[in-house]
C-alpha cells in the first residue's frame, strides 16, 4: 500500500523572507525558526549563502544559525548557489565551539536559462557544471544535498516551459547525488492539468520517491496542484508558513502554499485538536488522513499570525485566519 507519511518542508524563513524589503533581524529569524520547530515541523530551510548584492535579505543568515535552539529529529539545511556559499557553511560547522545545526544544503538551478540569468549570472548548463563539484564536496562533508529546479511550467522571461527540460535538468541534480528534487512553480502559474503534464514527463525516469512539489499560490491553485502530485505518488512537498514569501527574480509571484493550509487539508479534522467527535453519531465516514509528522495546527496558526504581524500585514494562509477565528 502506499504510504501514507507526507514530508512537509517548511522554506518560510528563507522562500518567505528572502524578497522582504526591510531588513528583519537575525533575532526574529531565528524566532520564527525556533516556533516552527516547536509547532512540530521537522525538514526547515533557514536561510541562505548568497550573494548579499543579489539578495540582502538574506546576508545574517550565519547569526541566525547561531540563534537556533535545535530540536530533536529537526533537520535544518541552507540554500547555496556556489562553492563560496558552501564553504561559508563548512566554516560554520567546522567550528570547535557551537557548530550550526545544519545537516543538509539545497542546491538551485532552472529549467530554463532567461530564469537561471537572471537568477544566477549562469545559464543552466553553467550552473550544473559551477554545482556539480559543489554537491559532491558537500556529500563528502556528510551533508545531504537536495536540488531545486525553478520554473517548471511558466518563466517568467522566456514564457511556456517545456515539461522535457524539467525531466532533463532533474536528472542532473539527481545524478549529481541530490536525494531529492523539488520541483518549482516558482511563478504560481500551474494547475492540475499542467502540473498533471509536468509530472507525467518527469516520472518517466524519475521515481516519484526523488520528487518533491514546491507550489507557490499566485493563482490559488498550489493545494490543487499538491493534489494532483499526492494522486501521482509524491509525498514531498515544500510549505511557507502565513504563506510567506516570493523569489525576488520572479517578479509578481506571492508566497508559497501556506503550511497551515497543508497542513489542515492533509490532516482533517483531528488538526483542530479540539473538536471531539462531531461525526459521532452520524453516517459521515471520515476519510484516512495523511500523516505529516508531529505537527500542531494551533501553533503553526500562531507562527503565522505572528511573523505576518511582525512583517505588518495578515497572514494570507486561509486556515490559519479561520483556526485564529475559532
Ligand atoms: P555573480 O555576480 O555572477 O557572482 O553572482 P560573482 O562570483 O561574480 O560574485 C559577485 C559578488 O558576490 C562577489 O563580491 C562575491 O564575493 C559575492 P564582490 O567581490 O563583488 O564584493 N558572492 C557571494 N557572497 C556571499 N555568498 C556567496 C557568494 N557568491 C558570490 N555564496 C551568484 C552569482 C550565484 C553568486 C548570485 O547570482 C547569487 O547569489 N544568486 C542567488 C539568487 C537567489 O538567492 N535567489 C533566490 C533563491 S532561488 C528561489 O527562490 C527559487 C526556489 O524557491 C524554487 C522556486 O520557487 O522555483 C528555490
Ligand atoms: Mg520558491
Known amino acids: 500500500p502506499a504510504s501514507s507519511f507526507v514530508k512537509i518542508v517548511e522554506v518560510g524563513p528563507r522562500d518567505g523572507l528572502q524578497n522582504e524589503q ?7 529569524k531565528a524566532e520564527l525558526i525556533n516556533r516552527l520547530a516547536r509547532a512540530g515541523m521537522r525538514n526547515i530551510e533557514v536561510g541562505s549563502f548568497v550573494s548579499p548584492k543579489w539578495v540582502p535579505q538574506m546576508a545574517g543568515t550565519s547569526e541566525v544559525l547561531s ?9 535544518y539545511s541552507v540554500l547555496v548557489p556556489n562553492q ?4 561559508d557553511v563548512l ?23 532567461a530564469f537561471s540569468k537572471a537568477n544566477t549570472n549562469a545559464t543552466v548548463a553553467e550552473s550544473l557544471a559551477r554545482l556539480a563539484p559543489v554537491v559532491r564536496v558537500a556529500l563528502d562533508a556528510g551533508l545531504r544535498v537536495r536540488g531545486y529546479v525553478s ?9 511556456r516551459v517545456d515539461p522535457r527540460r524539467v525531466r532533463e535538468v532533474a536528472r542532473e541534480l539527481l545524478k549529481m547525488g541530490c536525494y531529492e528534487v523539488s520541483l518549482g512553480d516558482t511563478t504560481g502559474a500551474g494547475t492540475p492539468a499542467s502540473v498533471r503534464a509536468v509530472l507525467e514527463e518527469v516520472t518517466k525516469d524519475i521515481s516519484v520517491s526523488q520528487l518533491a512539489g514546491h507550489f507557490h499560490d499566485t493563482n490559488g491553485t498550489a493545494l490543487a496542484n499538491i493534489k494532483t502530485a499526492l494522486d501521482f505518488g509524491l509525498r514531498a512537498f515544500d510549505a511557507s508558513v502565513g504563506g510567506l514569501g516570493g523569489c525576488p527574480y520572479s517578479p509578481g509571484a506571492t508566497g508559497n502554499v501556506a503550511t497551515e493550509d497543508v497542513v489542515y487539508a492533509l490532516m482533517g479534522e483531528d488538526s483542530y485538536g479540539d473538536v471531539g467527535e462531531p461525526y459521532s453519531d452520524s453516517p459521515v465516514v471520515q476519510g484516512p488522513a495523511w500523516d505529516v509528522g508531529p505537527v500542531s495546527l494551533p501553533l503553526l496558526a500562531d507562527t503565522g499570525s505572528w511573523i505576518s504581524s511582525v512583517l505588518t500585514r495578515e497572514t494570507t494562509s486561509r486556515a490559519g485566519k479561520a483556526l485564529l477565528a475559532r
Not at 540563534?67 to 533537520?75: D, G, R
Not at 563560496?84 to 564553504?87: A, F, H, I, W
Open 84 to 87: 563560496k556559499g558552501l564553504d
Open 91 to 113: 566554516n560554520l560547522l567546522s567550528r570547535n565551539s557551537s557548530p550550526p545545526p545544519i545537516t543538509e544544503i539545497a542546491v538551485f538551478t532552472s529549467a530554463t536559462d
Open 151 to 159: 520554473v517548471i511550467i511558466t518563466c517568467p522571461y522566456s514564457g
Open 22 to 28: 526591510r531588513p528583519i533581524s537575525p533575532a526574529i
Open 67 to 75: 540563534l537556533i535552539e535545535p530540536v530533536a529529529n529537526a533537520s
